[in-house]
């Protein structure tokens, strides 16, 4: 169980792996997330579900080395096994067709919207994807959004691919443009979503955002995941991870993602030196 | 022979030496002492222990056969009704049931049955049976569902392998045990001991598939077309918080978390195990209760120099078992009794740097029977802290009550269960913490217990 059955790197520092886990593709949908254990000794890390496969019995994970955990996580090669994998994991997105949606991805939020989109667009959407990472190389899921979108829209920081800018200048650019938008989902850093509801709430657009707050067990008992929204707190875990992005209290997130950081770097030279230096 | 009044109690490691691993306190009787001890029981006619006892362990029984020095027997005959001995008799709150009951206690001391019971089943553990533990497998029964590995679900699926039941728990998490493994720390449950007895509960036949989340993944309805019955057990995850500002600053967990990271993820083995935690020099424990001692115990072990237990009523309110509370003061966890925390502020990184608390005094008897701590008006102090854990209870987990809309709960989100634990949905039975909210190992293992007997009764 839990084999790794494909394994591509995306660039330098993001991978796509496909695994064999017919129990959580079976009952997986979008907008949910896995907790990964990639050996017994690692983290418990929450990776969203990337895309699913029920026929054949695969889910598929983006990830990037940002930490110890997922440094060996990307020690597991093909054919290898992860010691433990846990979901369907949380809330699924509310997919219905609202008229337009404005999908928003950056960084490895792009691959995370897939199912979304997809999701979205066969219910009867019209979908405009818009996508944006530093530069072309940190650009992933282009290919695979543009066909299961109605329109895509490319930004890069330094101009690059696509527009020079950020995503949120696309969607400055739509709003203006007198188009009509029922929703935008927002999937990346915590920044950009912060932007973009910025964007979006004097034009009263309803926007959601898909929070990752630091998990553990990631079913509702630790609350480490807590997160403000509208005055209340709730468990990312299992109220989210998608909330209604405008009542989101976005600094009270920003500083519970920090409190580790130190011990993280401690972790992952630790690991480096395990693995030997690769 | 003059009748000894007082038990023996067993050897403790020096508080110098404990605070500074994870290692057990308690020693554990000589096999001199336990005979000694046992020998003290009267052997009641009508003993009135095993009324106390929620899994009804044949308590004079199994003394009687410790006194005549036969640890085996007597183990096997412990181990009839209760499949998690060497666990009960270490966290089991023996002086509110069966020893409570003991008639020695009228007159001196009852008979240390929790020591024994922990004697016996450490001696078993320690001398592997030739033939005995391998369960007789009857005929393969129907199939059972139980969902969690905590003791409510160990005790059901312990109790009907034996009746030849073919049973499979779900657990959620990676590591087997619930709270067990999770919440009770390493010195006063060591793993490997847990570790033990859930390798016996599966030599019964008992089947245990973890990373999975019942609900998500599969739900009671889809258990039901494959299992005959169906027993939840799936504990009280869900903290309280006490919603006051500042309790999001970093440095604030819940006793959850904080106990999660040490004891399941092993935070305490760093950077050997990968995730993290930070424990400051000063830590405040909320609580009164079990979790918040082994949660200030535990900060000591960890490195803290001055740890406080906030309480808002006094020592003798609190539901912290006696003896755990009395390691807690010779460690030298300070109690502020009398204490509500208002309010926590933050240093210039954002990092909880101090308590705001109101001073309390006791009122009333509220419905509990407890008096009421009431506040004093302008009695606010500050104290320096930079960890806070908050240790004030849980709720039932409210994930499968979420997921099963016919299954009826409390409105506090207990699972709603008959005398015999069946739930609103025929086939479906629960017991322990989802439908008590945060109680005791025991009485989890009684429900998990009383429900083996109805499924095999359903079933028959």
């Known amino acids: 169980m839990n084999r790794i059955i494909q394994k591509n790197k995306i660039n330098e520092n993001i991978f796509r792996i496909v695994i064999d886990a017919p ?20 983290e418990r890390i929450p990776l969203t579900i990337a895309d699913f496969d029920r026929e054949k019995g695969t889910i598929t994970i983006i990830f990037q080395i940002v930490g110890a955990t997922t440094k060996v996580l990307d020690s597991i090669p093909a054919g290898g096994e992860i010691a433990h994998l846990l979901g369907p994991l949380g809330t699924p997105s509310h997919i219905e067709n609202y008229g337009t949606v404005v999908v928003i991805g950056g960084g490895v939020g792009i691959a995370e919207i897939y199912p979304a989109v997809k999701a979205l667009k066969a219910i009867g959407n019209e979908v405009i994807t818009v996508i944006g990472a530093r ?76 929070l990752n707050p630091i998990m553990l067990d990631a079913t509702g008992m630790c609350g480490a995941c807590r997160v403000q929204v509208g005055g209340k707190t709730k468990f990312a875990c299992v109220d989210g991870p998608e909330f209604d992005g405008h009542q989101v209290d976005f600094a009270d997130l920003v500083a519970r993602l920090k409190p580790f950081k130190d011990m993280e770097k401690r972790a992952l030279d630790h690991v480096c030196r395990l693995l030997g230096g690769k | 022979m003059a009748e000894k009044k007082i038990r023996l109690h067993m050897a403790e490691r020096s508080v110098e030496e404990r605070v500074k691993d994870f290692n057990e306190v308690p020693q554990g009787y000589t096999p001199e002492q336990a005979i000694e001890e046992a020998k003290r029981c009267i052997q009641c006619k009508n003993p009135l222990c095993i009324k106390g006892c929620p899994v009804e362990v044949n308590i004079p029984v199994f003394i009687k056969l410790v006194a005549e020095g036969k640890f085996a027997e007597a183990a096997e005959k412990i181990k009839e009704t209760n499949a998690l001995p060497a666990i009960c008799g270490r966290v089991c709150p023996q002086e509110e049931q069966c020893e409570k009951e003991c008639i020695l206690g009228k007159r001196g001391e009852s008979i240390a049955i929790g020591n024994l019971e922990r004697f016996v089943a450490d001696w078993a553990r320690k001398k592997p049976s030739p033939a005995g533990h391998k369960a007789t497998l009857l005929s393969q029964r129907e199939r059972v569902a139980i969902v969690g590995s905590g003791p409510a679900g160990l005790t059901c699926a312990g109790d009907l392998a034996r009746m030849g039941y073919q049973v499979t728990i779900f657990e959620s998490l990676h590591v087997t045990g619930g709270v067990l493994t999770y919440g009770i720390p390493e010195f006063r449950l060591p793993k490997a001991i847990v570790n033990l007895e859930i390798e016996y509960v599966k030599s019964l036949g008992v089947e ?25 057990g799936s504990g009280a995850g869900l ?50 209760g079990n979790v918040a001692m082994d949660s200030a115990r535990v900060s000591l072990r960890m490195g803290a120099e001055e740890v406080y237990i906030f309480y808002r009523r006094t020592q003798e309110e609190m539901p912290a078992r006696i003896e755990e509370i009395k390691r807690a003061i010779e460690e030298g966890i300070i109690f502020k009794i009398l204490t509500l925390p208002v309010k926590y502020h933050a240093n210039a990184s954002g990092w909880v740097s101090e308590a705001e608390c109101r001073q309390m005094e006791l009122g009333e008897p509220d419905a509990s029977g407890r008096r009421r701590p009431v506040e004093i008006p302008n009695s606010d102090f500050r104290i320096q802290i930079d960890t806070v854990v ?37 086939g479906v039975y629960a017991g322990g913490d989802i439908v008590r909210g945060a109680a005791t190992v025991i009485s989890a293992m009684g429900d998990g217990k009383r429900a083996a007997k109805a499924i095999a009764a359903l079933l028959d």
Request: hydrophobic share 40%.
């Open chain 1, 23 to 42: 129990h959580i593709a079976r009952a997986a949908k979008p907008g949910q997330f896995v907790v990964v254990v990639p050996t017994e000794k690692a």
């Open chain 1, 135 to 210: 530069n072309r190389d940190l650009l992933i899921f282009q290919n695979e959004l543009s066909v299961v979108s109605c329109q895509l829209l490319v930004t890069t920081d330094d101009g690059s691919a696509g527009r020079k800018g950020f995503v949120s200048d696309e969607l400055k650019d739509i709003i203006a443009s007198g188009k009509k938008i029922d929703l935008v989902l927002a999937v990346g850093p915590v920044p950009m979503m912060r932007v973009c509801c910025e964007v979006t709430k004097p034009h009263g657009i309803k926007t959601v955002v898909s």
């Open chain 2, 208 to 232: 245990i598939k973890t990373d999975m989340l019942v609900g998500n993944v599969y739900t009671i309805q889809e258990l039901l077309k494959e299992y005959k019955a169906v027993f939840i």
């Open chain 2, 239 to 288: 903290p309280k918080f006490m919603n006051i500002p500042g309790e999001n600053l970093d440095g604030v967990y819940s006793a959850n978390e904080y106990l999660f990271r040490i004891n399941m993820m092993k935070a305490w083995q760093f950077p050997e195990y990968l995730t993290p935690i930070k424990i400051g020099k000063r830590v405040a424990v909320v609580g009164g």
């Open chain 2, 390 to 426: 908050v240790a004030i209870g849980n709720l039932p987990n409210p994930l499968i009550p979420q997921n099963t809309p016919a299954l009826k709960t409390e409105k506090w989100g207990g699972v709603i269960i008959t005398e015999e634990g069946l739930t609103s949905i025929p």
